[in-house]
């Protein structure tokens, strides 16, 4: 129903059935019947010299119109095999993504003259950058497309989430070893239903390993939270949820785990007794995005624009920030835990202080809405205390920026990707930065030069990145149903 999706808001496709969303349609469109026979009187009505102009410039916009549709489908024809990928990925995704589409051939079409705007710093993206293929080990297995993928703190074990229902544990060999077995990489499937796998419904769509690299906790679409072990093990299965789970996260201690769910709720867990500790009810949207800022309290985004900071044993948020016009994608705490960054729909990302109700920082160049923010691992409270810290937004508008928090300025555009960048990471050094987009690129950028020193191309776009934590390797992870981990020396 290509042409229908203009009809329906986001959540509608996550909260109603098909009968439902046909309805909605049917209804939109009986009224927009209306309004244009409404118009069509109107016209009638009209002194005829009028009318004809009116047909004149109606004439010119059926034909730029029916120009468009043929650019269109030339483009689309194009990037049929890519849209056909992406369609599995989760709705909320997949409206933004149709209507970012539309606005980029707009866009496109007006500046046909001008130079494009992404040109600026693609620096010779050529041959000398591409990685190696003796570097890139490809996992596969998963039967649908690869959504997260988290290395575990401690050892080589790499975890990824699918649409399949399943999450996996990979064990990567050394850099050194690899080359001399090339035998198939160790894997455990962590299987989230009993028999067919592929079953929408269990969508894995987050995952976190604990601080000791000890448990592994999966977030799925059926509204449960599972905790495995590193051998492959089910220990746990928390259920109070009634919606997917968006985002998960174990508090640094790890006698904690956090959910936010499309419920609205937020769920502090008890790992040890297995149960909920704590539901935290204040938003009148599904929760996007939750994140610790210490073993105790946390910050929580949702749809509602807005943003709460709750503390276990409270019964209210101990802050509210209220400041997006739009959905709030994505919250982070910087490494000391006092300033936080949220990113949203509304093309703006803000960092706001517990010492203040108004954000501290407005950062507005992006031009479309920010899916995504990161802290580098830098400055006070890191490893690498001497180093400026930076924030990361990568946005639909294709770009990733770099920003100093201090001033609240923008220190770098990084131009490299030509369609949305779902994923940032920070290497370990916070010297290189990772970002995954949905042209199927992974970037490596030199945060000191602001350009590529490497980059990697596969065959579906790339919903999520992860550095190991010595920084020589980097996982990427695939619409097409692929893990890559990727060696990376310098």
């Not at 410039?57 to 034909?63: A, F, G, L, S, V």
């Not at 001497?386 to 770098?412: I, M, P, R, Y």
């Amino acid at each position: 129903m290509d042409e229908d999706f203009s009809f329906l808001q986001p959540l509608d496709l996550i909260t109603k059935d098909v009968y439902e969303l046909r309805q909605i349609i049917k209804e939109k469109r009986k009224s927009l019947q209306k309004e244009k026979d409404k118009d069509k009187d109107k016209d009638k009505d009209l002194g005829r010299e009028h009318e004809g102009e009116r047909g004149r410039i109606r004439d010119k916009e059926r034909h730029e119109r029916e120009k468009e549709l043929e650019k269109d489908k030339e483009r689309s024809d194009k990037d049929k095999d890519r849209e056909k990928q992406h369609e599995e990925q989760t709705n909320r995704e997949m409206v933004t993504d149709q209507e970012d589409k539309v606005e980029v051939k707009l866009e496109d079409n007006k500046v046909l003259g001008g130079p494009k705007p992404m040109d600026i710093s693609t620096t010779s993206t050529s041959q000398a950058c591409e990685i190696h293929s003796s570097d890139v080990t490809i996992l596969e297995g998963h039967t649908s497309e690869v959504c997260a993928c988290a290395w575990s703190p401690t050892g080589s074990l790499l975890a990824s989430g699918s649409g399949d229902s399943t999450a996996r544990i990979w064990t990567i060999a050394d850099s050194s070893s690899r080359h001399g077995s090339n035998g198939p990489p160790n894997v455990l499937v962590l299987k989230h239903v009993k028999g067919r796998t592929n079953e929408k419904s269990k969508d894995v769509t987050t995952l976190d390993w604990n601080g000791e690299g000890t448990l592994l906790a999966t977030g799925s679409y059926d509204g449960q939270a599972r905790i495995w072990t590193t051998i492959g093990e089910l220990k746990s299965t928390l259920s109070k949820h009634k919606g997917p789970i968006f985002s998960l996260k174990w508090n640094k201690k790890g006698d904690y785990l956090l959910t936010g769910s499309c419920d609205k709720t937020a769920i502090v867990w008890d790992v040890k007794a297995e149960e909920c500790k704590q539901q935290f009810d204040f938003h009148t949207g599904p929760t996007l995005d939750v994140d610790w800022r210490n073993n105790i309290s946390f910050a929580t985004s949702s749809t509602d624009n807005m943003i709460y900071v709750c503390k276990i044993g409270e019964v209210l948020p101990i802050k509210t920030f209220a400041g997006h016009q739009g959905e709030v994608n994505c919250v982070k705490w910087d490494p000391t835990g006092s300033l936080l960054a949220s990113c949203s729909d509304d093309i703006t990302a803000k960092v706001w202080s517990m010492k203040q109700d108004k954000f501290v920082h407005d950062l507005r160049e992006h031009s479309k809405e920010i899916y995504t923010i990161r802290w580098s691992p830098t400055g006070a409270g890191t490893i690498n205390p001497n180093q400026q810290l930076v924030l990361a937004s990568a946005s639909f508008d294709s770009t990733v920026k770099l920003w100093d928090v201090e001033l609240g300025k923008l220190l770098h555009s990084l131009n490299g990707h030509r369609d949305p960048v779902y994923s940032v990471a920070f290497s370990p050094n916070g010297e290189y930065l990772a970002s995954g987009s949905l042209d199927r690129s992974m970037h490596i950028w030199s945060l000191k030069e602001g350009k590529i020193v490497k980059t990697y191309t596969g065959n579906g776009g790339v919903f999520e990145v992860c550095w190991n934590k010595e920084g020589d390797k980097i996982a990427a992870c695939f619409a097409n149903n692929i893990v890559c981990v990727l060696d990376f020396r310098m």
